[in-house]
């Protein structure tokens, strides 16, 4: 039992602070086997106070859990593992559970039923477990990353129906998704998510102004810079710095439409959970916290650059790399014998890299004269290199798979050969190019832990939490 005796008030900037800043130091992300083994001992050692119930079971037969702590007057749901290559969220969890279960006051004082789903999609995250061991390793996590094609995104395959755009393709594991935010009902839903490189940034589904400051505070009590660069994607509202409105998926649809491209190429998928959760009046957080930081992140420093001329370059950068892309997979698609989630993800996201570059230079067309700062240059360069290695990295690891089970025609060896040397290359570029480095995964996920709290006390009926 941890002495609160002399801590500040639960909920207030000065404890929130505190507690983020305690956030145990870590080394590795947990395997999917090691998560699952600690919520069950977290579990075993407080069975009065943690209850476990089964909702889904992912597409290999893996069985997906909701845990649930407390019974408090409100309801907050937590759910790892939405995207699988973002385990820092794992650490979150192990994290909350064990304050939440070690510290009566606290829980007492939070007065909420906490809903936790450690991992939504542990095929997926199966897939990038060869990084886990040493995520400060740039070039492990860069050969051997997975991120699945956006129809079998957990995150992103809720239905969706709007103009041309229609998806009702929801897997086991969206499903059981599904079943956790109608069983929480939540008043605070936080999918965990996080970054690869750059800064901290946050979205809510909502304006909620009294938040803005504890989320720029947390980040920099502990060494995280803000990401101040390019937005995700130019139609999100921007609500402060670094601090965006989730907004809809029909708002970016009108958005890209009226660049005229195409809202809804092959391979979209459907709508957020978030967008889910809002028929229960949810407040939802993202926290999008980097595993790897760059100095240049929050440099507001302008250049002698015009924005325009770094958007038209990165657009027609991504546009020669999904032409790359593309052409390999073209010319391996009649020899194929395998049809793994690699694939599936690489046959997408080829094409996805020269539709972001198309983006790109179609806003640099009705750009202004403004000078680009620092960090946006630095934003739009790693860009290029998240598409290079991200896709690249997989069709190397889905070409790889067919020449060692044996399956592989000449043309798909001197293909993935190929392939292999255009990976490396880019790989030795951004080694050199990059001046990321990996942070303490204490401090992201002390932040992700923060902002969850901070998030918490500014629900409807905490406000006696949430000022100092």
């Given at each position: 039992?941890?002495?609160?005796?002399?801590?500040?008030?639960?909920?207030?900037?000065?404890?929130?602070l505190r507690r983020?800043?305690?956030?145990?130091?870590h080394?590795?992300?947990?395997?999917?086997?090691?998560?699952?083994?600690?919520?069950e001992?977290?579990?075993a050692?407080?069975?009065?106070?943690?209850?476990?119930?089964?909702?889904?079971?992912?597409?290999?037969g893996?069985?997906?859990?909701?845990?649930?702590?407390?019974?408090?007057?409100?309801?907050?749901?937590i759910?790892?593992?939405?995207h699988?290559?973002?385990?820092?969220?794992?650490l979150?969890?192990?994290?909350l559970?064990?304050?939440?279960?070690?510290?009566?006051?606290?829980?007492?004082?939070?007065?909420?039923?906490?809903h936790?789903?450690?991992?939504a999609?542990?095929?997926?995250?199966?897939?990038?477990?060869?990084?886990?061991?040493?995520?400060?390793?740039?070039?492990?996590?860069?050969?051997?990353?997975?991120?699945?094609?956006p129809?079998e995104?957990?995150?992103?395959?809720?239905?969706?129906?709007?103009?041309?755009?229609?998806?009702?393709?929801?897997m086991?594991?969206?499903?059981?998704?599904?079943?956790?935010?109608?069983?929480?009902?939540?008043?605070?839903?936080?999918?965990?998510?996080?970054?690869?490189?750059?800064g901290a940034?946050?979205?809510?589904?909502?304006?909620v102004?009294?938040?803005?400051?504890?989320?720029?505070?947390?980040?920099?009590?502990?060494?995280?810079?803000?990401h101040?660069?390019?937005?995700?994607?130019?139609?999100?509202?921007?609500?402060?710095?670094?601090?965006?409105?989730?907004g809809?998926?029909?708002?970016?649809?009108?958005?890209?439409?009226?660049?005229?491209l195409?809202?809804?190429?092959?391979?979209?998928?459907?709508?957020?959970?978030?967008?889910?959760?809002?028929?229960?009046?949810?407040?939802?957080?993202?926290?999008?916290?980097?595993?790897?930081?760059?100095?240049?992140?929050?440099?507001?420093?302008?250049?002698?650059?015009?924005?325009?001329?770094?958007?038209?370059?990165?657009?027609?950068?991504?546009?020669?790399t999904?032409?790359?892309?593309?052409?390999?997979?073209?010319?391996?698609?009649?020899?194929?014998?395998?049809?793994?989630?690699?694939?599936?993800?690489?046959?997408?996201?080829?094409?996805?890299?020269?539709?972001?570059?198309?983006?790109?230079?179609?806003?640099?067309a009705?750009?202004?004269?403004?000078?680009?700062?620092v960090s946006?240059?630095?934003?739009?360069?790693?860009?290029?290199?998240?598409?290079r290695?991200r896709?690249?990295?997989?069709?190397?690891?889905?070409?790889?798979?067919?020449?060692?089970?044996?399956?592989?025609a000449?043309?798909?060896r001197?293909?993935?050969?190929?392939?292999?040397?255009?990976?490396?290359?880019?790989?030795?570029?951004?080694?050199?190019?990059g001046?990321?480095?990996?942070?303490?995964?204490?401090?992201?996920?002390?932040?992700?832990?923060?902002?969850?709290?901070?998030?918490?006390?500014?629900?409807?009926g905490?406000?006696?939490?949430?000022?100092?």
């Amino acid at each position: 039992m941890h002495d609160s005796a002399a801590a500040p008030t639960a909920g207030t900037t000065e404890d929130i602070l505190r507690r983020a800043g305690a956030a145990p130091d870590h080394t590795s992300f947990p395997t999917v086997d090691a998560l699952n083994e600690q919520m069950e001992s977290l579990r075993a050692q407080h069975p009065a106070l943690i209850s476990v119930q089964r909702i889904g079971t992912s597409r290999l037969g893996e069985p997906i859990s909701l845990y649930s702590i407390g019974d408090g007057a409100r309801s907050a749901l937590i759910v790892g593992g939405v995207h699988p290559n973002e385990p820092i969220g794992s650490l979150t969890i192990l994290h909350l559970t064990e304050q939440l279960t070690s510290d009566a006051a606290f829980r007492a004082q939070l007065d909420t039923t906490w809903h936790i789903v450690p991992c939504a999609d542990p095929d997926g995250m199966r897939l990038n477990e060869g990084w886990f061991a040493d995520p400060s390793d740039r070039e492990r996590y860069a050969r051997e990353f997975y991120r699945p094609a956006p129809d079998e995104q957990v995150e992103w395959t809720f239905p969706f129906s709007y103009k041309k755009a229609y998806f009702d393709a929801m897997m086991p594991e969206t499903q059981a998704l599904a079943r956790a935010i109608d069983t929480a009902k939540p008043d605070l839903y936080v999918p965990l998510h996080n970054s690869e490189g750059g800064g901290a940034y946050f979205y809510l589904s909502r304006a909620v102004p009294a938040l803005y400051p504890l989320l720029h505070a947390l980040p920099a009590a502990l060494g995280v810079p803000l990401h101040t660069g390019e937005a995700e994607g130019a139609h999100f509202t921007v609500l402060a710095p670094a601090i965006y409105e989730m907004g809809t998926l029909q708002d970016a649809y009108d958005w890209t439409e009226a660049y005229g491209l195409d809202p809804y190429p092959p391979g979209s998928a459907g709508d957020a959970s978030t967008s889910y959760a809002q028929k229960y009046g949810t407040l939802s957080l993202i926290a999008e916290l980097p595993q790897f930081s760059d100095p240049l992140a929050d440099d507001t420093t302008p250049t002698e650059t015009l924005y325009r001329d770094v958007l038209r370059e990165s657009g027609e950068a991504l546009q020669e790399t999904g032409a790359r892309l593309t052409a390999l997979v073209d010319l391996v698609t009649p020899f194929l014998r395998l049809d793994t989630p690699l694939l599936r993800a690489a046959r997408v996201f080829a094409p996805a890299a020269t539709a972001a570059g198309e983006e790109n230079v179609a806003r640099a067309a009705q750009e202004s004269d403004r000078v680009a700062t620092v960090s946006e240059v630095e934003a739009l360069s790693g860009l290029v290199r998240l598409h290079r290695l991200r896709w690249g990295g997989m069709l190397v690891r889905a070409l790889r798979a067919e020449v060692e089970a044996g399956t592989a025609a000449p043309e798909l060896r001197r293909a993935a050969v190929e392939a292999q040397d255009l990976f490396d290359g880019w790989l030795e570029g951004a080694l050199q190019a990059g001046s990321s480095r990996p942070l303490p995964l204490s401090a992201v996920v002390g932040v992700q832990y923060g902002a969850i709290l901070a998030a918490h006390a500014q629900l409807e009926g905490a406000s006696r939490w949430a000022s100092d």
